[in-house]
């Protein structure tokens, strides 16, 4: 496999919401130049407070040499905003006619290679690439919020996407200290937005059908499986909950409560080939490491979160209500 | 309101698998007396290999005065193992004749005002009880694992559980270090388990539909979502996400994507009621901190909680792989 280098050195930002925010604060706390626009009226205002909101927190996290927030320009014009970018991030409303249209100009306004990067939460590339001249430098880059802190990015080109381009933008990504997740299948939602819609969904459920209170489902998360998440995913953590048998004994336990009403989600049929897929990735994800081993580490990382919340939580959220 | 104090001194526990060694091992921790039961060949043996695993985390959590692991007492015999207890946590394998059938044992067996309090993972409370002389003190009180390290505990009663023998269960698990969360209305899945179950079929559909392998599910919750999820469970971290008008303008934005496919789960109609609902909770729980202090205390911790994860991630998981 050929390795790409990252030759992104000037970075435009389309959109300034909470989103496109994120992202200018962690490209300049990253040392880069970046251009910001947005129409809105009072964008330009509200985009450098935001900035400093961040800057704080980016300064105890790590400034790269020669980051400074004096290296963001606003332009309210799109053409000479995106005209010199070498990767423009596209954060507008999630409505795919606005964002197609968008995309369309910045496909016209851009150099030929620039890299256009939608940050849609669950808009196919595809999709998004259709009305541009250029869609084989197209890609959707997935960000979570605070995009300043958080690492993950999903990556996804469309049916016109040239594979290099998403390998161009893993390099840049990565050399913004995140961690990219290239999607080998474009779906809506991509991966991890439909695994949050589905809790956000069944979240609403609860409260429209009267079962709990937000504040209730927060705590049902925060107190519980939101520990466990921060160290390892759902198949990980349900490996590990299956005793030495691991995922195996889980869906032997569990495989029939996929049949129950635990959740509006209808569940897939658990046949032989599906366990095997789930089983030899949990043991493959362990490489080579016991049941015993990785329970001991995952209980010294959770004793550690539990005084790190002792920190921040109880002002933080439930006021030490519950 | 009166508040009842614990008046828990023996416990019992029936079944000891994962789930069940967790409880002991939490029990012994706290200075109780446990004794335990299972019919399993080998079960003793194992039951104690797996305590001696939790035990040096639980030293390093801190143990309650005169807690020893010397304090544990296997019984095989069921009628005795149970019968001078004053609350026993039963853990059987997650089939509801089967659990039933066991409940009513230990109700013919237990002291007539014991607490009786499965730990299942979603059945009813209302159908676990059914086949009980004493139904008032049946409840569920379902944990998550590493039991002895999670802090959350569901507490729900069914239709004939006295709401007394539920408030003495609450002082119960309060006094053995967890976080009880009293539901009102039963479900199947409880609250929490209703969540986990939306994510876990939605990952078990998109490896079944061949879109993303378990490590990369698993990436996609730790680097993103995951770590929010450790503060704040889903409607205060879309609040924070929606910048200073939070929640209303989340709904407003993403309102229109809970009628997109980005999970198989059919949403609930976002009503002016649900929205208002979701909204008011949010701001409720806020309880006066703006939402700049709230970011800005989200974002120290989740760079300390990254240097955590620093220390324990790439051995343990995916081995630096991504």
Same mark, same amino acid.
């Given at each position: 496999m050929n390795e790409i280098k990252n030759n992104i050195h000037r970075v435009t930002v389309v959109g300034t919401g909470v989103i496109g925010n994120g992202w200018i604060a962690r490209f300049l706390s990253q040392g880069y130049d970046v251009t910001a626009t947005d129409p809105a009226p009072g964008a330009e205002a509200k985009m450098r407070k935001a900035i400093d909101n961040a800057w704080p927190a980016l300064e105890k996290h790590g400034l790269a040499d *020669? /980051?400074?927030? =004096?290296r963001l320009h606003f332009d309210e014009n799109l053409e000479s905003a995106v005209a010199g970018a070498d990767l423009i991030q596209e954060n507008a409303p999630e409505r795919e006619e606005l964002k197609r249209k968008l995309l369309a100009d910045i496909d016209r306004l851009a150099k030929p290679d620039a890299i256009i990067a939608s940050s849609t939460s669950g808009i196919m590339p595809s999709t998004l690439q /259709? =009305?541009? /001249?250029? &869609?084989?430098r197209v890609i959707v880059a997935h960000p979570f919020n605070p995009v300043y802190l958080v690492p993950l990015v999903e990556l996804v080109g469309g049916k =016109? @996407?040239? &594979?290099d381009n998403v390998k161009r933008a893993e390099a840049f990504y990565t050399a913004v200290n995140m961690k990219p997740l290239i999607l080998s299948k474009e779906i809506d939602g991509h991966v991890a937005d439909r695994l949050m819609e589905a809790i956000w969904r069944e979240s609403l459920h609860l409260v429209n059908d009267g079962i709990a209170t937000t504040e209730e489902i927060d705590a049902s998360i925060v107190y519980g499986p939101g520990l466990r998440w921060a160290l390892m995913g759902p198949f990980l953590t349900l490996h590990l909950a299956g *005793?030495?048998? *691991?995922m195996r004994h889980m869906l032997e336990q569990f495989g029939p409560a996929l049949?129950?009403?635990? @959740?509006k989600l209808v569940a897939p049929e658990l046949t032989d080939e599906l366990t095997e897929r789930v089983v030899e990735g949990c043991e493959q994800q362990t490489e080579g490491h016991s049941i015993t081993e990785l329970e001991q580490r995952r209980d010294d990382f959770l004793i550690e979160l539990q005084q790190l919340l002792e920190k921040y939580w109880p002002a933080a959220n439930l006021n030490g209500k519950i």
């Open positions: *020669g /980051a400074s927030r =004096d /259709a =009305d541009c /001249a250029h &869609p084989e =016109d @996407t040239d &594979p *005793g030495e048998q *691991g049949k129950l009403p635990w @959740t």
